[in-house]
T-cell receptor, first 112, second 117 residues
Framework: QQPVQSPQAVILREGEDAVINCSSS?????VHWYRQKHGEAPVFLMI?????EQKGHDKISASFNEKKQQSSLYLTASQLSYSGTYFC?????????????FGEGTQLTVNP | DTEVTQTPKHLVMGMTNKKSLKCEQH?????MYWYKQKAKKPPELMFV???????INESVPSRFSPECPNSSLLNLHLHALQPEDSALYLC????????????????FGPGTRLTVL
């Protein structure tokens, strides 16, 4: 089942902050965050495991509330290069393998 | 090498054609994925290969046929496609969830933009 992302779109001025949320109704192994610029491939930003471990870019921060199956991505002091569509992906592990399901995305625009 | 490559970049085909998409990675990853992405929509999982075996098929029509010749290569064979199959086809790779890898972040190739006439 697809995770729910909010907001759908955000417009910021350079230097402002934003929070993007992702929630799932299923028990997750991990949450992934990716950014996709127009015409390009999604780029990995962050992975958060149940149990608290995480790995990702230094300038990106995120949280994962295991009890609520919710994750948030925190973009602080935004730069023009942050513009793009942000997708959360919820990972469920089964005997057959790992399945990643993406939310609908949040379109972030950072203006000068 | 942290790159996933895909060929061709663009493909236009008729409904009676047979074509193939190719994907390659040299990161030593043991899981490879095919996704379909329509405009302004998220990537949608089609197939997962783990250790060169098909592990997940998301009920994809048989006109799409995946193949994993070795751990670095992934193909998607296309036959008798429909215009609604026009989309960006993304390949991705990761360490793989089987055999205990904790982190399974995926690295995406640039995609093949497919148009079916």
């Amino acid at each position: 089942q697809q995770p729910v992302q909010s907001p759908q779109a955000v417009i910021l001025r350079e230097g402002e902050d934003a929070v993007i949320n992702c929630s799932s109704s299923k028990a997750l192994y991990s949450v992934h965050w990716y950014r996709q610029k127009h015409g390009e491939a999604p780029v990995f930003l962050m992975i958060l495991l149940k149990g608290g471990e995480q790995k990702g870019h230094d300038k990106i921060s995120a949280s994962f509330n295991e009890k609520k199956q919710q994750s948030s991505l925190y973009l602080t002091a935004s730069q023009l290069s942050y513009s793009g569509t942000y997708f959360c992906g919820t990972e469920i592990r089964e005997t057959s393998g790992s399945r990643l399901t993406f939310g609908e995305g949040t379109q972030l625009t950072v203006n000068p | 090498d942290t790159e996933v490559t895909q060929t061709p970049k663009h493909l236009v085909m008729g409904m009676t054609n047979k074509k193939s998409l190719k994907c390659e990675q040299h990161m030593g990853h043991r899981a490879m994925y095919w996704y379909k992405q329509k405009a302004k929509k998220p990537p949608e999982l089609m197939f997962v290969y783990s250790y060169e075996k098909l592990s997940i098929n998301e009920s994809v029509p048989s006109r799409f046929s995946p193949e994993c010749p070795n751990s670095s290569l992934l193909n998607l064979h296309l036959h008798a496609l429909q215009p609604e199959d026009s989309a960006l086809y993304l390949c991705a790779s990761s360490q793989g969830a089987q055999r205990g890898a904790r982190y399974n972040e995926q690295f995406f190739g640039p995609g093949t933009r497919l148009t079916v006439l």
